[in-house]
């Protein structure tokens, strides 16, 4: 079984374009550990592109072999590093674990 770990970040800038530029840095960020974080097995991420940010405004999807893949993702310096980027640019943010 695959473990998808599926996130939603709402963010805190309210400026219409300091909201897409964050977005569109945190997309290049988390897009780029893929290659880099060795237990990715796929990921996407993107920005609502329906809703107009009403849920959230950027989306993670993750795919990882099993638990212990998510947690060497968690832990790697370069998703560390896209995570304090991302702690500084978001107000809320909603993650779930599943297997598929």
Known sequence: MTVRHVVVWKLSAEDAEQKAADAAEIVRRLGGLEGVVPSIRSLSVGTDVVSAGTFGDVALVADFDDEDGVEQYQ??????????????????????????
């Open 75 to 100: 832990v790697h310096p370069a998703h560390r590093e896209a995570a304090g980027f991302i702690r500084d640019v978001v107000s809320s943010r909603t993650s779930v674990d599943f297997l598929v």
